[in-house]
């Protein structure tokens, strides 16, 4: 009414008027919230990938595939696309040092993380593993480090084979069987096959690797 006496327009066309500025109003905060969702996007998925440990630059796209990986990356697509699936659940790869098993275990974490920003994934050493075990058994903090490993949906472990120790290994198990009961996807690497770790590994972890899938990549061609 204010604009029909003060511009000296009609009901009709100040209401059509009134219209298109309210349209234009609601697609400028369309556009505006689509940018900043688009610009929020990779920096939220930056920051789980941080907390993770993934290294973000260690994806499928780049990772070259050859004759004698490519059972392992067939696998590894298979995890991917049903975590925790208890026919590769825990999914070994083994192979010497320098065949790609790295690359190729953070391409899972990276390819999990991206579908779903949600999913908990935590990538570590088995050297990592002992240091943070021992290190919450001497500051008397073991229920928080058992309570972070009870929150993550996937848990890498690079290099198995360095987690000696018996309370390392102990604790190692329970968080394999807890994960493994929920199923909750386990991704491990070992220089080493199954048939060598017997006096390296508890028995019981051995068992626990064999319910899973085991491939071993051969080197790099």
């Known amino acids: 009414m204010s604009l ?31 940018k900043v969702v688009e610009n929020l996007t990779p920096l939220v998925a930056s920051q789980k990938n941080e907390s993770s440990q993934l290294n973000p630059t260690l994806i499928l796209d780049n990772y070259r595939e050859t004759d004698s990986n490519s059972a392992a990356l067939q696998m590894a697509k298979e995890v991917i ?15 010497d040092f320098g065949c790609g098993k790295t ?47 009870d929150k993550v949906d996937v848990l890498i472990l690079d290099n198995l084979q360095d987690l000696v120790g018996p309370g390392t290994q102990n604790c190692f198990f329970h968080v394999m069987d807890q994960m493994y009961q929920k199923d909750k996807q386990m991704v491990l690497t070992c220089n080493q096959g199954l048939g060598d770790l017997k006096g390296v590994l508890e028995a019981r972890i051995i068992e626990h690797l064999r319910w899973g899938t085991t491939i071993e990549i051969g080197k790099l061609e």
């Open 4 to 34: 029909c006496k003060q511009y000296g327009l009609k009901a009709k066309t100040a209401t059509t008027l009134l219209e298109m500025y309210l349209t234009d109003l609601v697609e400028d905060h369309r556009k505006y919230y689509k």
């Open 103 to 149: 690359h190729l275990v953070n391409a899972i974490g990276n390819a999990l993380k991206n579908g779903n920003l949600a999913m908990t994934i935590l990538y570590v050493t088995g050297d990592e593993f002992k240091r943070q075990y021992m290190d919450a058994v001497k500051s008397n903090k073991l229920v928080e480090f058992k309570d972070r490993y």
């Open 81 to 95: 696309y049903s975590p925790g699936k208890r026919e590769h659940n825990p999914f070994l790869l083994v192979g």
